[in-house]
């Protein structure tokens, strides 16, 4: 299993235009944390046998923290040069909590990437459908697809926003 349904990454980037607006949030929407793993920029080469290793350790990371209810979608990135190796989105009781899970991926604690997680308002029920069919087909094959990702910034002229607090 490479990744879990992608396609939730088309309503994330959705979504991302509206977080932070200044009415309050929709009523079908949900707090949830983005983790970008990013290279690690004193990754070193380490041999094949030992990438594939800390590669198989994030995988079954991945698996448990599904299993757990934890994480609600991932996939890797494509980009060249690779600024952004991959992406969770979790569901946690708060930032500091996210963060310490993502903190234990072993491609972290390995130091072949480093984590960025920021709080994210997105559609209610995000990996909802894809639990279930996995839960009504637990040998079924994953499939990979690729989808567009557009990260939406403020700039300095935009309004001021209310963020969630760190331990919401």
């Known amino acids: ?7 939730v990454l088309v309503a994330a980037a959705a979504s991302a235009a509206t977080h932070g ?3 309050p949030p929709a009523a079908d929407s949900e707090l949830r944390y983005v983790v970008f793993l990013r290279p690690d920029p004193d ?3 380490i041999p094949l046998e030992e990438r594939q290793r800390i590669q198989d350790a994030h995988m079954a990371n991945i698996k448990m923290l599904a299993s757990e209810g934890v994480l609600v979608a991932a996939g890797p990135m494509e980009d060249t040069p690779t600024a952004i190796s991959g992406i969770f989105i979790f569901k946690a009781e708060s ?6 899970i993502a903190a234990r991926d072993p491609t972290v604690v390995g130091r072949r990437n480093t984590v960025d997680v920021h709080p994210w308002r997105g559609p209610a029920g995000i990996g909802t459908s894809y639990f279930r069919w ?9 499939v990979m697809a690729s989808h567009a990702f557009c990260l939406i910034r403020r700039g300095p ?3 001021a926003v209310t963020q969630p607090d760190d331990d919401a």
Not at 95 to 100: G, M, N, Q, V
């Open 95 to 100: 930032l500091s909590e996210a963060r310490t």
């Open 21 to 23: 607006a200044a009415e």
């Open 1 to 7: 299993m490479k990744t879990f349904a992608a396609l």
């Open 134 to 142: 996995k839960k009504e087909n637990p040998q079924g094959q994953d």
């Open 43 to 45: 990754r070193k080469t």
């Open 157 to 159: 002229a935009s309004p």
